[in-house]
């Protein structure tokens, strides 16, 4: 059986079909590299040719070569399907993950473009516009984590259980306090980072990408 690999940036989304290798390793004692890539290197003619788009993950099982998140995920929940990365419930509860994955993926991870990377949302705009931009980028992130916060109230995880669409809410939180959004008025979002930072593999994603917890 092939060795998985999976390049990522530090911190970045990668970190979540990373966790969920971690679970994988947990459920099924897999063995897998990760890859740690500097934007530089994810622009070289090595990586390039396996992923034109240069960006991370890619995840490699051999021959086989895959990029994007979902897709990612979605191999990893097939191939390694008692890791329950998506949850144990019958196929409206993995609905419910899978519409909160899509949530982070499509309405909150973009928000944070304007914070990132405010170039490419407004080429060439003066400070005062960009400064603009990101306060409205911050005040959208805030309004948009109302929604996991509103769904935490009384429960550990988004869907009762731990899946990997709450590791993708924790890294967009990491991100947050990064960039210093003031998010303590949801108060659900404190007692979720410390729940998701006290699960073993969670941790040991950390410490495979050298990064601290919250």
């Known amino acids: 059986m092939s060795q998985i690999k999976l390049h990522v940036l530090q911190g970045a989304c990668p970190l979540v079909p990373h966790t969920a290798l971690a679970m994988a390793k947990a459920s099924d004692n897999i063995d897998y590299d990760i890859i740690i890539m500097s934007r530089e290197a994810l622009k070289s003619a090595e990586y390039l040719a396996l992923n034109p788009k240069g960006s991370a993950p890619l995840l490699r099982d051999g021959e086989f070569v895959l990029s994007q998140n979902f897709a990612i995920l979605s191999y990893i929940n097939a191939k390694f399907p008692k890791a329950h990365i998506f949850g144990k419930g019958d196929e409206q509860h993995i609905a419910k993950t899978l519409q909160w994955l899509a949530f982070v993926n499509s309405d909150l991870h973009p ?3 304007a914070l990132f990377n405010p170039n490419a949302v407004l080429p060439n705009a003066d ?3 960009v ?3 990101q306060q409205q980028a911050k005040e959208n992130i805030v309004n948009l984590l109302r929604l996991p916060n509103d769904e935490l109230n009384n429960k550990d995880f988004l869907n009762g259980e731990f899946t990997i669409a709450d590791m993708y809410l924790y890294v967009t939180l990491r991100w947050a306090t990064a960039m210093q959004i003031d998010f303590s008025q949801h108060t659900n979002l404190a007692k979720f980072i410390k729940n ?4 073993p593999f969670v941790l040991q994603t950390l410490k495979e990408q050298e990064l601290a917890v919250l």
């Not at 998701?196 to 699960?199: G, I, P």
């Open 131 to 133: 400064k603009a931009l």
């Open 196 to 199: 998701v930072e006290n699960l």
């Open 111 to 113: 928000s944070f473009k």
């Open 127 to 129: 400070e005062n516009l």
